[in-house]
């Protein structure tokens, strides 16, 4: 079945470094890769996402970049901040159904950001 | 814009009985709501994806008879835990994709925590 790996699971920067998390996915029809940040005992809050038409994206100190051939997706965190510490997660959109999605969650990586 | 609700926060029940949690786009209308299940530091695990007026589809491994899924209307889908275990202790989200706009994104309830005991 349709599976997402995420890497690393956990990382930890020194505040102002940048963040990398890595994800791959092994459905190549996936088209759609969000990305979402969960603080401890809250709901996952989308903070990027990218279409497969498109090779980068930024948004301020967040970008996430695919790599179509691959099946690699990265988000990058730039000038990180103490309140950039939450688990994140990538998820590949994979059709199942005629008009029907469904979304597959990498497994997480939890960001520490040292002040 | 794009609210869900999630009812209720917590629950705690006793082993044998069934749960009811209910999800509800707030602002729009959800033509297909997700459930998922997270256990403590783990990922989100779909459960189940429901479109209104039709039967939810189930991943492998997930019972349809011990978690109901209704998606009755745009709004509102309810996952029921039939004869809860304290195996099903979790956290259970719900996500709601809308019908127009950001068609792509869905949006995520603040999660119900059950404790079977």
């Known amino acids: 079945g349709e599976n997402v790996e995420q890497h690393p699971s956990t990382l930890s920067v020194q505040e102002g470094d940048s963040a990398v998390i890595k994800c791959t996915y092994s459905?190549?029809?996936?088209?759609?890769f969000p990305w979402y940040k969960q603080e401890l005992g809250k709901r996952p809050q989308l903070i990027i996402d990218?279409?497969?038409?498109?090779g980068e994206k930024k948004d301020q100190r967040i970008a996430v970049t695919l790599n179509k051939t691959a099946k690699h997706f990265s988000l990058h965190i730039t000038e990180t901040q103490p309140e950039d510490s939450a688990v994140y997660f990538c998820?590949?959109?994979?059709?199942?159904?005629?008009?029907?999605?469904?979304?597959?969650f990498g497994t997480g990586t939890r960001l520490k950001v040292l002040a | 814009g794009a609210v869900v609700s999630q009812h209720p926060s917590r629950v705690i029940c006793k082993s044998g009985t069934s749960v009811k949690i209910e999800c509800r786009s707030l602002?729009?209308?959800?033509?297909?709501m997700f459930w998922y299940r997270q256990f403590p530091k783990k990922s989100l695990m779909l459960m189940a994806t429901?479109?209104?007026?039709?039967?939810?589809?189930?991943e492998q491994g997930v019972e349809k008879d011990k978690f109901l899924i209704n998606h009755a209307s745009l709004t509102l889908s309810t996952l029921t835990v039939t004869s809860a275990h304290p195996e099903d202790s979790s956290f259970y989200i719900c996500?709601?994709?809308?019908?127009?706009?950001?068609?792509?994104?869905?949006?995520f309830g603040p999660g119900t925590r059950l404790t079977v005991l």
């Open positions: 996500s709601a994709r809308g019908l127009a706009g950001e068609r792509d994104t869905q949006y």
């Open positions: 459905d190549s029809a996936s088209n759609y």
């Open positions: 990218i279409r497969s038409n498109v």
């Open positions: 998820a590949a959109r994979s059709h199942f159904r005629k008009g029907t999605y469904k979304y597959i």
């Open positions: 602002d729009f209308q959800a033509t297909t």
């Open positions: 429901s479109n209104e007026g039709s039967k939810a589809t189930y």
